[in-house]
């Protein structure tokens, strides 16, 4: 009993951490919650500077008025309401639009900045120059990049979803990336902030805006039911920035200042939240149609053969290649060995999540700096493509490991026998050893293949829309989001299921097949 | 046919053969007999370049085998030398994925590059000369030790060697398999077949022409019947 606390003992300076900091009185730091990997102007780290960004200003002014020192608080910009809800952060500050729907769970600020949806493409582009060219029909459809969560996401799907293809995407930054490289997206809507700071401010000087800014919103900080005093204050702090034209010189500063936000004080003192029948003019909309699972079954069900189709590309691809890293491992000169063990141990010992990103984003603008656009063509495959490369390179190494224990397991006197025939040792592997091997592995084979099955997801983060990314696209709406999660896991579940099923079976037999 | 030069092979610091020179000639039945440990297993792996030495030399049919160290031997030519010398071993090793008669054709197929059907073609009456012919398309673990040896050693006549090593093929198996086994050996004694034979069986060193005996790594005794 002693023994088994005393390394709680140990932990007890620690404990301080789990003490909510709202009980420490006055002086309670202002928890904002908000994504540096939405970048700037947002907010963003400047070597030197530290957290920079009109938000971040935006915070340190509102601790002032508050007297609470500002505290930023990473989260996932698409979970950045789940975190407040969970009571990880008081307020959620970070580009998030006023959203009648999203008012009961989270009661909104008056607005403190008017943005719009800008229409972005590459600079070279000539086809598309507004957004009716969007509609125009072509041979393949376009393919527009939009935040994932955001808006403009679902903005795009209402009106523009039958004409082109929306992929929805983690970061602004590679989204960018991509339309600039232009082989796997052709254009991208962005909120007016990231639009005016970085294509029209100059920064990414191979993008450009084009039409006139759609859909007039409005960025608000939310809160939680209960705060209604910090609502307040907060309402106060924002309406003093405003009229003390401290607002207007923080955005100044980020180019961000413009006849949009001149109406600000304007729409702060009209009641607050507004009802949907009360919204101004620049925000009426056609009602939108609610969004259900059977709805969504369409989406749902494409999904879920996408997960298939990824899983079954990947896994033999990863068989292939682990069974020739583990026979080169096994009998290769030295040098091989060296070589793929130096293989299997970067594979296994990195997340496969960063060597997606690699794949996906790294190698492509690493080959461009190498060779240009010419090179760096060869290495942006369609995400499809991507998403399987990069499954079956990192299951490469966990098979490789697989068919090495295999290949071991096997007698050393079958590949004397072989060698004694007068087979070449190749020979000999192929058709005496793999083969011996192949039925030895199935247990653990079928075991990695549920895994892989499940690690499809890492392919929501390189715009392939499998059933977590469906996840990932829908979870914004509130009703939806529990039964959303309750069908996908369902779905992962009835697959997975079976074969973990299959594969004790199949452990149960070989093992007695050894034992006869 | 065979000719083994001063012989020395060392297993870290043991030695296990201590300069060893012997002659097979064509169409002799030679037993190896002693102790156990005294280095015979590993004198008949050394023949067919299973085990690499570190002194002396070894003489098969026109190839030569050096000590370990010195002259690397082609790839095709080991290759051939094993061919030329076929191996049975006391587990038998037959292999557990293929069926009695792909076991025997292996090596026609996989070693010399013949097509199935000519591959059958020399399997199948092998089969029927051991016996087996009705056990083609077994498996080897739905036949007995006996059997499993029995085509093991069909399997080592299929590519036709110059001359089979035999690692106690019996001794992994009851009187009576070892005594169907035996059978088949004298057989192919009587046809004039070259055959190196490990062994503790009495009637057939009996039968051997030349009894080589090994102790520690040394020849004690060569004795002509």
């Known amino acids: ?98 959203l009648a729907e999203r ?73 960018f990336q991509l339309v600039e490289e232009r082989e796997r997206m052709d254009a991208t809507v962005q909120d007016s902030p990231a639009a005016s700071y970085y294509v029209q401010g100059g920064l990414r000087p191979k993008l450009k805006v084009v039409g006139p800014p759609a859909h007039t919103g409005f960025y608000v900080i939310l809160t939680n039911p209960k705060d209604v005093e910090l ?135 690493l080959m461009r700096i190498i060779g240009g656009d010419e090179l760096a063509s060869w290495f942006t495959a369609a995400p499809f493509y991507v998403g399987i490369f990069g499954l079956a390179i990192n299951y490469s190494a966990a098979e490789a490991e697989n068919y090495r224990a295999g290949l071991q397991a096997i007698p050393k006197g079958q590949m004397e026998a072989a060698l004694a025939l007068g087979m070449s040792p190749m020979t000999a592997v192929r058709r005496i050893m793999l083969p011996q091997a192949f039925r030895i592995v199935i247990p653990p084979v079928t075991n990695d293949f549920i895994a892989l099955f499940k690690d499809t997801s890492i392919c929501s983060m390189i715009l392939i829309t499998e059933l977590t990314g469906l996840y990932y696209q829908y979870k914004y709406d509130r009703e939806l989001v529990l039964q959303l999660a309750l069908t996908i896991g369902l779905i992962y579940l009835f697959i997975s299921y079976p074969l973990s099923v299959l594969a004790s079976r199949l452990e149960k ?8 | 046919m065979i000719t083994v030069t001063e012989l020395r092979k060392k297993r870290g610091a043991n030695t296990v053969i201590d300069g060893i020179s012997l002659t097979i000639r064509k169409g002799e039945v030679a037993a190896i007999v002693g102790p156990s440990g005294g280095g015979k297993s590993t004198l008949i792996r050394c023949l067919n370049a299973l085990e690499p030495f ?93 059997q499993q040896q029995r085509v093991a050693i069909a399997r080592a006549l299929a590519v036709s060697p110059s001359v089979i090593l035999f690692d106690e093929p019996t001794s992994a198996l009851d009187p009576q398999m070892a005594a169907e086994v035996m059978a088949v050996i004298l057989d192919l004694a009587k046809e004039g077949q070259t055959m190196v034979v490990v062994t503790h069986s009495t009637e057939f060193t009996k039968r051997a022409h030349v009894v080589h005996t090994l102790e520690r790594g040394r020849l004690v005794s060569s004795v002509s019947n």
């Open chain 2, 54 to 146: 570190q002194g002396g030399r070894i003489d098969v049919d026109g190839v030569s085998l050096q000590a370990e160290g010195t002259a690397k031997i082609p790839k095709a030519t080991l290759l051939a030398l094993r061919r030329k010398v076929g191996m049975v071993f006391q587990q038998f090793n037959l292999f557990p994925h293929m069926t009695a008669l792909e076991n025997v054709m292996s090596g026609p197929r996989f070693s010399i590059g013949v097509s199935r059907a000519e591959a059958e073609k020399i399997a199948r009456p092998l089969l029927e000369r051991v016996g087996l012919a009705q056990k083609a398309d077994s498996k080897p673990d739905q036949l007995s030790g006996g």
């Open chain 1, 231 to 365: 609502r307040k204050q907060l309402n106060e702090a924002l309406s003093q920035a405003t009229a003390s034209g401290e607002l207007e010189k923080i955005y100044k500063k980020y180019g961000l200042w413009d006849t949009d936000q001149e109406r600000l004080a304007y729409h702060q003192i009209r009641p607050w939240p507004k009802t949907a029948e009360e919204k101004p003019d620049e925000t009426k909309e056609a009602p939108k149609e609610h969004l259900t699972i059977a709805g969504l079954a369409d989406k749902i069900a494409l999904a879920a053969w996408m997960t298939v189709k990824l899983a079954c590309c990947a896994m033999p691809l990863a068989i292939l290649l682990g069974m020739l890293v583990a026979v080169g491992r096994m009998y290769g000169p030295w040098p091989l060995k060296v070589v793929l063990t130096a293989y299997v141990e970067v594979l296994r010992g990195t997340p496969i999540l960063l060597q997606m990103y690699v794949w996906f984003f790294l190698i492509p603008s």
């Open chain 1, 509 to 516: 037999r070989l093992s007695r097949g050894a034992h006869a």
């Open chain 1, 103 to 175: 008012e009961a769970e989270f009661p909104s600020t008056i607005p403190y900045f008017v943005y719009t949806l800008r229409l972005i493409v590459n600079a070279n582009d000539e086809a598309i120059r507004t957004w009716e060219d969007l509609k125009k029909p072509r041979e393949k459809k376009l393919r527009v990049g939009v935040l994932r969560g955001s808006f403009a996401q679902r903005y795009m799907e209402d009106n523009f979803g039958k004409d082109i293809m929306v992929i929805p995407t983690k970061e602004v930054d590679e989204t």
């Open chain 1, 1 to 98: 009993m002693n023994a088994a606390f005393r390394w709680l003992h140990q932990l007890t300076p620690f404990l301080f951490l789990l003490v909510p900091n709202a009980a420490l009185g006055q002086d309670a730091p202002l928890r904002w919650g908000g994504d540096k990997a939405g970048g700037a102007p947002f907010i963003y780290e400047e070597p030197g500077k530290g957290d920079v960004g009109f938000e971040a200003e935006l915070a340190a002014f509102l601790g002032k008025k508050l007297n609470r020192p500002p505290k930023f608080v990473q989260c996932d910009w698409d979970a950045i309401p789940d975190t407040l809800q969970r009571g990880n952060i008081d307020i959620a500050l970070n580009g998030l639009e006023f």
